[in-house]
């Protein structure tokens, strides 16, 4: 899994309009990468709609942020257009990036095991260095306490 003083995993990933986002992206400006299950649903939902209200507090510091899920460009499309998001979202489809950041893992859930994304927050500054690795976060509430963490950096 990923740790505060690692550098950023290398990625390249297509955002819902098909635009590629790179790992290299990441320098010169925080960014913000978490990753959530399953695109519309309502855990994943709240947490794209607080991080998009608070979006002119994160530009103001100079930060970017996306979201990564396995939907693909055309899911996360109908997503951002359904509830107005203004998060890039990345469609990791292969969950290459899911793998090198560690999220994809085995869950459980009623008694049965299978592998999915666990809801994770990486916080990366301006040198592309991971600041802050959360796994499991909860979703209400997350964006206000990323952004506190990304003011003081």
């Given at each position: 899994m990923i740790q505060p003083g690692d550098k950023v995993p290398e990625f390249e990933l297509p955002d819902s309009d098909m635009n590629i986002v790179k790992s290299s992206d990441c320098s010169g400006h925080n960014f913000v990468v978490y990753f959530y299950p399953k695109d519309d649903t309502p855990g994943c939902t709240m947490e794209a709609?607080?991080?998009t209200d608070l979006m002119t507090e994160f530009e103001k510091l100079d930060t970017r942020i996306v979201g990564v899920s396995k939907d693909?460009?055309?899911?996360?499309?109908?997503f951002r257009d359904k509830y107005g998001l203004t998060v890039r979202l990345l469609a990791d489809v292969d969950g290459k990036m899911c793998e090198a950041f560690g999220v994809w893992q085995e869950k459980e859930k009623n008694?049965?095991?299978?592998?999915?994304?666990?809801?994770?927050?990486?916080?990366?500054?301006?040198?592309g260095v991971i600041r802050h690795a959360m796994y499991n976060v909860t979703p209400k509430g997350h964006a206000a306490?990323?952004?506190e963490l990304v003011k003081a950096l």
């Amino acid at each position: 899994m990923i740790q505060p003083g690692d550098k950023v995993p290398e990625f390249e990933l297509p955002d819902s309009d098909m635009n590629i986002v790179k790992s290299s992206d990441c320098s010169g400006h925080n960014f913000v990468v978490y990753f959530y299950p399953k695109d519309d649903t309502p855990g994943c939902t709240m947490e794209a709609t607080e991080f998009t209200d608070l979006m002119t507090e994160f530009e103001k510091l100079d930060t970017r942020i996306v979201g990564v899920s396995k939907d693909n460009c055309i899911s996360h499309g109908d997503f951002r257009d359904k509830y107005g998001l203004t998060v890039r979202l990345l469609a990791d489809v292969d969950g290459k990036m899911c793998e090198a950041f560690g999220v994809w893992q085995e869950k459980e859930k009623n008694g049965v095991k299978k592998m999915g994304i666990v809801r994770s927050t990486f916080i990366i500054d301006t040198q592309g260095v991971i600041r802050h690795a959360m796994y499991n976060v909860t979703p209400k509430g997350h964006a206000a306490e990323v952004l506190e963490l990304v003011k003081a950096l």
